[in-house]
């Protein structure tokens, strides 16, 4: 079985935080933060940053991880289950400027205007309480048209 770990990075500067358009593949015309698969032999954090690097051109200094996440859905084409596991963080500090690459186009955004019609029905959940200094761990079903069915969310204190 492939390894069904991710990374999701949001850069985080005061009341701002970037979100980054997902131009191909899963996820595509979605905001979301930034990240990937884990590669072969790679920690969580390798891959943090590899990934940040790729689709955004900036390297992550100082972040930490405000959740874990489970998604669990039907592929749309097979009717497959399909799991995936995320790690996910906020970045307080960074080198290089974001960057639109081949695969994301960032963006800053208020964090009072955000665009969570544009982002996986999930995020609106999570990611404000994460924004408000919550750590969580959540699960999430989604049916077969990526329309989430139900969630169960729980603040964790630390990991």
């Avoid at 079985?1 to 935080?17: A, C, K, P, Q, V």
């Avoid at 930490?64 to 998604?71: I, N, P, S, T, W």
């Avoid at 669990?72 to 960057?99: I, R, S």
């Avoid at 960032?106 to 995020?123: A, C, F, G, L, R």
């Amino acid at each position: 079985m492939s390894d069904i770990r991710r990374t999701l990075l949001f850069l985080h500067e005061g009341d701002n935080i970037l979100l980054a358009m997902k131009k191909r593949g899963f996820g595509a015309n979605r905001w979301n933060g930034v990240g990937g698969k884990l590669e072969a032999g790679e920690t969580i954090e390798q891959a943090l940053i590899r990934e940040t690097q790729e689709e955004i051109f900036v390297t992550p200094i100082d972040y930490e991880k405000v959740a874990e996440l489970d998604f669990y859905g039907k592929d749309p084409e097979t009717n497959e289950p399909w799991q995936m596991f995320v790690y996910a963080y906020l970045c307080t500090k960074w080198e290089g400027e974001p960057t639109e690459s081949e695969e994301m186009k960032p963006e800053w955004y208020k964090k009072n205007s955000i665009p969570y019609d544009d982002m996986w029905q999930d995020d609106e959940h999570w990611l404000p309480q994460v924004l408000e200094g919550k750590k969580i761990q959540a699960t999430f079903h989604f049916d077969e048209k990526d329309d989430l069915k139900s969630h169960d969310i729980k603040e964790v204190v630390q990991w």
